[in-house]
């Protein structure tokens, strides 16, 4: 029978991984690193987190926490608090990181589903609320598909914030609330 799994050694690497993070950026974190900063083996911090990108993602969803959802009891008013929050911390969020996230999650669907489900879903379904609420206000089509809609605004905002490195100033967020408005009427 196995050992249970010592979360005070999680909490340790976790610890040691953000300060390689916040010292050196996504370039300085290893797994040896890790290892030799929190005093364990390479193959506990393997256990855990099969990559580094595992790694990284995990200490990164804390600060990717969405915060509540707005209801000024407008629609557009709520969505463009909600996606220029969104769009402020894939700003914020290191680009190595990123190519490594969407690299892993092209090639490993078992990390893909990890992360729609611990961070893609999850903010997809409070901005869905906004949406949701709307709809129950008459402020858009009910036969309008959420979820699909805001993908596809999802996949605006990669495209946009990563591969043209573009910023996104509130008059653009604007622009796609108000294309997202359009398409749900």
Known sequence: ????????????????AGELLVEGGYEA????????????SRPSVY?????RTHLAFEL??????IEPIPDTGSARLDLVHSIGTH??????FDRSLMADLLTTMIHDDVFAADVDRQFL???LRQVATIIERARDRGEIAAGVDVIESLENLGGALIYRIFMLHRRLD?????????????SAS
């Not at 990164?60 to 926490?65: E, K, Q, R, T, V």
């Not at 769009?87 to 914020?92: C, D, N, P, Q, R």
């Not at 509130?170 to 359009?182: I, K, T, Y």
Request: aromatic share 2%.
């Open 121 to 123: 879903h999850v903010g």
């Open 87 to 92: 769009v402020a911390m894939l700003e914020a």
């Open 60 to 65: 990164a969803l804390g600060p990717m926490l």
């Open 170 to 182: 509130a008059p653009a967020v604007e622009r796609l609330v108000d294309g997202v408005m359009r």
């Open 1 to 16: 029978m196995a050992r249970p799994r010592d979360h005070q050694l999680d909490l340790l690497i976790l610890e040691a």
């Open 47 to 51: 256990r855990r987190w099969p990559t």
């Open 29 to 40: 974190l290893t797994i040896d690193g890790v290892a030799r900063r929190s005093g364990v």
